[in-house]
């Protein structure tokens, strides 16, 4: 008997939760390392996706080299890890991921290195009530580092777990994380000024998938995307038809393509809107769930959001400054 997709789909999502489970309870278990770290510096530090890696470096200093495996324009959600992804977290001394089921094809690699090294997830002081819950999905939507605010905790998490593991140069952690935390609350307070800007009737932000949850939560913008949680998910000819129905309803000036996801489906938008005599421009393209191109600002955490903040606000009628809040953009037009 062949199981149905819907079955299959289900029990993958099972087999991922189970695996995330077992993966924080390893991370408990006296048997993993806790000692304090007697190593040289920099020590090393993986991390899966570079929102979670940025924060790490952020925190470290000089102190630890990071390097995360999930690059710019990959998307972690089906990201499957190689020899050398694993070789990459073997060789660390303490990882970092982002958890809530972002990098689910990796939960069984991060479960067989979490016996031999600290493992984190910078997601784990989330106050439940805090988390956006998708019962179609069947978990919560893990890209909480949309909204500034929620990613400071992450930010707590680390500093707290770098403090553990070299408690000799634990009051450097903290300082630099209370530093890095000074700029995420002017990134925040920029954004939510920005947003405001825009015309009420016209705060619609729609994407490739459903990626922007938590910022339109924080910064007050209705949010639509084409796919769901995941870009596992496919987008029907339905969900596509309902959203040209909101565009042309609306009179919706801009739809978004995402650096990490496809964008047909955002094309299939702008061609139905179209064919009903509703124009519809690319606003942009978001960095959703990779952040830019290395070395650059938008291949930081906080010129991602920066990124996406003033793309957004511009696009839709609302005032912010083409190089955004640092005036260090190099793209938003």
């Known amino acids: 008997m062949i199981a149905s997709p819907r079955r299959m789909a289900i029990g993958g999502r099972l087999q991922i939760v189970l695996l995330a489970a077992t993966l924080l309870v390893l991370n408990m278990l006296p048997g993993v390392s806790r000692a304090a770290y007697e190593g040289g510096y920099p020590y090393r530090i993986g991390a899966t996706v570079g929102m979670v890696g940025d924060i790490a470096r952020a925190v470290a200093g000089d102190k630890g080299e990071v390097t995360f495996v999930i690059g710019a324009g990959v998307d972690p959600h089906i990201y499957n890890p190689t020899r050398s992804d ?21 939960a069984d690699v991060l479960v067989k290195v979490a016996r031999k090294r600290p493992v984190y ?23 909480v580092w949309m909204d500034v ?27 630099n994380a209370r530093h890095y935390l000074k ?40 949010v639509m995307g084409i796919q769901g949680l995941s870009t596992e998910s496919e987008a029907g000819l339905k969900d596509i038809n309902r959203i040209v129905d909101d565009l042309v309803g ?4 801009a739809v978004f393509v995402e650096s990490s996801v496809s964008d047909k489906n955002v094309k299939a938008l702008i061609e139905g809107a179209g064919s009903r005599g ?15 191109t290395a070395g650059t600002y938008e291949g930081t955490y906080i010129g991602m959001i920066d990124h996406n903040v003033t793309v957004i606000v511009r696009a839709l009628g609302g005032q912010a400054p083409p190089a955004g809040m640092q005036g260090r953009l190099s793209h938003t037009e």
Do not use: C
């Open 121 to 143: 997830a910078v997601t784990e002081l989330l106050d439940p009530e805090y988390l956006i819950h998708d019962p179609e999905a069947g978990h919560s939507d893990p890209h």
């Open 250 to 253: 609306r009179r919706i000036p």
């Open 183 to 222: 700029t995420l609350e002017a990134l925040d307070a920029y954004a939510r000024e920005a947003m405001a800007s825009i015309p009420a009737e016209q705060r619609v932000l729609v994407t490739a998938h459903d990626a922007f949850g938590y910022m339109g939560r924080a910064y007050g913008i209705e």
């Open 278 to 292: 509703h124009t519809v421009k690319i606003g942009g393209e978001l960095f959703s769930d990779a952040m830019g």
């Open 86 to 106: 694993v070789a990459t977290l073997l060789r660390s001394d303490i990882i970092f991921y982002a958890g809530l089921l972002l990098e689910g094809q990796m």
């Open 149 to 175: 605010s929620g990613w400071m905790k992450a930010v707590e998490v680390v500093a707290d777990a770098l403090a553990e593991f070299d408690p000799a140069n634990a009051d450097s952690y903290r300082t």
